[in-house]
C-alpha cells in the first residue's frame, strides 16, 4: 500500500495549531507502522509547491486543503489529519 502526503513547509492558513504536514508525513509512518506491522507501506512526502501534478494544481486552486494523505491515490483525509479515517481507509483497501 502506498501513503502519500501532498503538503508545503508554511502551514495551511485554516490549519493553525495543527502539526505541520512533515510532522504529519512522519507521525503517519510511525502510527500505522505500530498498527499495521505485517503490513509492506511505501511512504512519500510531496511539496505540492515544487510539483506540477493534478493534485497539486488542485491544492494550489484551494479545491483540497494540506496535507492531502492518499491511499494507493485515493485521498482519504486533508487538512488536520484524523488517524481513523486512514485506518478505515487502510481497513476497505
Excluded at 40 to 61: H, L, M, P, W
Aim: hydrophobic share 40%; proline share 3%.
Amino acid at each position: 500500500m502506498k501513503i502519500t502526503v501532498y503538503g508545503a513547509e508554511v502551514q495551511c492558513a485554516s490549519c493553525v495549531g495543527a502539526p505541520s504536514s512533515i510532522e504529519t508525513y512522519e507521525w503517519l509512518q510511525s502510527a500505522l507502522g505500530r498498527k499495521y506491522p505485517e503490513h509492506n507501506f511505501e511512504f512519500e512526502y510531496i511539496d505540492f509547491e515544487t510539483v506540477d501534478d493534478e493534485i497539486s494544481e488542485a491544492i494550489k486552486q484551494d479545491e483540497w486543503f494540506y496535507p492531502l494523505v492518499l491511499l494507493n491515490g485515493e485521498v482519504v483525509d486533508e487538512g488536520v489529519v484524523q488517524l481513523r479515517k486512514v485506518y478505515a481507509a487502510i481497513e476497505q483497501a
